[in-house]
């Protein structure tokens, strides 16, 4: 999947030195694309919600979306900011 | 589907139209004047009109000490600065928002010695504990009169009362109240209040202002120009003007088409209209598995209250709500550090509901629904 642009993202992160981002993409997000997420950490994925959510969390950052969306959020600690690039990295590869 | 707005403690939205047609309306008719031409029209000027409006609103009775700024934050940190206490305390609430406890801690009203006085986990400070905690240097007090995060409404009249008594300054911080729960300066002894023009006095960004009843004096901490006595450079202390600079001559004539709105359709019968639908939502809440409420219904009784929902951290459940639900809501600590210490919530927050005069009960029962599906989705992971 193509990334048009990873941006900073409007909403603010409660959590002090944790920073989100959303990540742009050539296509919405269908399940085939979500369910590939899974290896970056631990996955919730509530299909049953008339538009499904899902989040991965690890231990310095979490992704959200919505299926169907364009974009999905993804936080991550100020001290962990190479994980933009490790997740970049895979979803070019989805 | 129509997007459901829960999010009036941050700003309202809808605008009632001649709030709107108020606005337009500024922009297209001549400039307001104030002092600054030649074009000053007949009768009264809609700043005067404004204050007088809003003295009836907030029972005061001197409205010529209502200062329009740009804001309730605007407001709080000239006050702070220039207020003159006859001690150094200054006393304020566990409740209170960061436009008041950022000024304070950061120093802005020198010399002082800033104390909070807790709050219980719904909000409530107890005017007892508040007396107790007053000693000869309180120089003055201050209080937010509903909170944004549980919508507690404290009993500003035992506050002023007791300040009065111990001749403390009471200022009270109506940014929640006003608009929406009565409220009246001169019976509760109130020597400042500051309000927000844009949250439940319907007005846009960028207005409010403060009232400072006789006697209090202020020293400012912005000078300029005010349109008139051009001539004069230095003010004696005690003989200052507060409103420098251009004023908002098209933000105020809407504001005060909010205030009109709120005078006619009675502050009292929308306190009640909003406790109605917040009881709505505070029994809803309470019937769905896993949902939290921070709050007791009859207890809080202000339009905003704080919830989660177990599974989800508060900035989740508010992106699902919005991204799937077109349902804006905020979630986080809500500029109010110090009350989610009492609330348990100081790691993650909570996501907050606020309402206004102009919310449906359809989309209150709306909400409860989409709560419900998103806690049965929970429920099931």
């Known amino acids: 999947m193509k990334i048009l642009e990873i941006i900073p993202s409007r909403e603010r992160c409660a959590e002090a030195g944790w920073h989100a981002y959303d990540f742009i993409l050539e296509h919405p997000m269908d399940d085939e694309f979500i369910k590939s997420l899974r290896p970056l950490g631990s996955f919730l994925y509530m299909q049953m919600l008339k538009k499904p959510f899902f989040k991965i969390e690890s231990e310095h950052y979490l992704l959200k979306g919505i299926r169907g969306d364009d974009f999905f959020r993804m936080a991550v600690h100020g001290d962990y900011r190479d994980e933009l690039k490790n997740v970049e990295n895979m979803i070019l590869t989805i | 589907m129509d997007m459901i707005y829960l999010n009036n403690a941050a700003t309202t939205y809808p605008k009632p139209q001649c709030v709107t047609d108020a606005y337009t309306a500024a922009f297209s008719a001549p400039p307001a004047g104030q002092f600054r031409s030649s074009g000053q029209g007949m009768g009264k000027d809609i700043f005067t009109r404004c204050r007088e409006n809003l003295g009836r609103l907030f029972g005061i009775s001197g409205p010529e000490r209502i200062y329009f700024t740009s804001g309730a934050t605007d407001s709080l940190n000239q006050l702070f600065y220039g207020l003159e206490r ?118 846009p960004q960028g207005t409010g202002g403060y009232f400072l009843r006789e006697g209090v004096r202020l020293r400012p901490y912005r000078y300029g120009g005010t349109g008139k006595d051009s001539s004069r450079l230095t003010y004696e202390d005690g003989d200052y003007e507060y409103e420098i600079g251009t004023q908002n001559g098209h933000g105020v004539p809407a504001l005060n088409a909010g205030v009109e ?30 949902v939290t409420v921070y709050g007791k219904k009859g207890r809080n009784l202000g339009p905003v209250l704080s919830m989660n929902l177990a599974g989800l951290r508060p900035s989740e459940l508010a992106y699902i709500l919005q991204n799937g639900y ?56």
């Open chain 2, 86 to 203: 006859k001690g150094r305390k200054i006393l304020a609430t566990q409740a209170e928002h960061n436009s008041v406890l950022r000024p304070l801690y950061n120093g802005i009203a020198e010399g002082a010695e800033v104390e909070i006085v807790p709050c219980d986990p719904y909000g409530y400070v107890s005017p007892e504990e508040f007396e107790k905690r007053l000693t000869p240097d309180a120089g003055l007090f201050v209080l937010n009169h509903c909170s944004n995060v549980t919508g507690m409404i404290q009993d500003a009249a035992r506050f002023g009362e007791i300040a009065e008594k111990h001749g403390v300054l009471f200022l009270l911080d109506a940014s929640q109240s006003a608009g929406c729960i009565p409220i009246d300066c001169d019976a509760w002894h109130v020597d400042a209040l500051v309000f927000t023009g844009h949250k439940g006095l319907f007005g």
């Open chain 2, 261 to 290: 709105y709120i005078l006619e359709r009675g502050v009292r019968r929308i306190a009640e209209e909003e406790q109605r639908l917040m009881e709505l939502l505070y029994d809803g809440l309470s019937e769905i598995q896993g």
């Open chain 2, 326 to 381: 077109e349902t804006v809501v905020r979630a986080g600590l809500h500029c109010a550090p110090l009350i989610h210490q009492a609330m348990g919530t100081q790691e993650t927050g909570t996501v907050r509901i606020s309402i206004s005069a102009l919310t449906q009960e359809r989309e209150a029962k709306e909400f409860l629904g989409i709560v419900r599906e998103i806690a049965a989705a929970a429920a099931a992971e």
